[in-house]
T-cell receptor, first 116, second 112 residues
């Protein structure tokens, strides 16, 4: 597809379970970002991947959160032992990053996670 | 820390009126500023991107201005239509860490 694709679009899970969220960036985009949007809050940065460089994990809220990007393309965000405060929309974005420049970011439709 | 504020948080206008949405940011050392549209339950759609060296960008009925020195951007939507009803998000590209800092959005309702 032409855009950023995320799956699943909705996920309901029980507290304490692990979840995996998937992001397929736009083909050829070297930069990939995960953001979280909680009810009534702005988008919160989670993690940033750029090519083969070590990811910027400084936005991950706890060690229950992790992410990987395989082959410089698809990314998976994993939340272990989910808590109710993890309920949010998780948004993935990709861009053609050029060094320190922040070019136009393209977002996916998001995964709405509900922890019950 | 970069703070991005959008005022008003919500507004309703009759169809045909022009919309003016304001965004302010505290640190003028930005690479660019991007306006997005978000429909309920959906992701973000990029509307306009203004580089730090630019003063404005236009696309159809949309015009965005940037005054970096005063830390402000304004999104103008001319002759609003009911289909313009959505939340509009402002985001600044931060120097040095390759991320976007977002405001909480302007929720717009255009009344037919």
């Amino acid at each position: 597809g032409a855009g950023v694709s995320q799956s699943p679009s909705n996920k309901v899970t029980e507290k304490g379970k692990d979840v995996e969220l998937r992001c397929d960036p736009i083909s050829g985009h070297t930069a990939l970002y995960w953001y979280r949007q909680s009810l009534g809050q702005g988008l919160e940065f989670l993690i940033y991947f750029q090519g083969n460089s070590a990811p910027d994990k400084s936005g991950l809220p706890s060690d229950r959160f992790s992410a990987e990007r395989t082959g410089g393309s698809v990314s998976t965000l994993t939340i272990q032992r989910t808590q109710q405060e993890d309920s949010a929309v998780y948004l993935c974005a990709s861009s053609l990053s050029r060094g320190k420049i922040v070019p136009e970011a393209f977002f996916g439709q998001g995964t709405r996670l509900t922890v019950v | 820390k970069q703070e991005v504020t959008q005022i008003p948080a919500a507004l309703s206008v009759p169809e045909g009126e022009n919309l003016v949405l304001n965004c302010s940011f505290t640190d003028s050392a930005i690479y660019n500023l991007q306006w997005f549209r978000q429909d309920p339950g959906k992701g973000l759609t990029s509307l306009l991107l203004i580089q730090s060296s630019q003063r404005e960008q236009t696309s159809g009925r949309l015009n965005a201005s940037l005054d970096k020195s005063s830390g402000r951007s304004t999104l103008y939507i001319a002759a609003s239509q009911p289909g313009d009803s959505a939340t509009y998000l402002c985001a600044v590209g931060l120097r040095g860490n390759n991320r976007l800092a977002f405001g909480k959005g302007n929720q717009v309702v255009v009344i037919p």
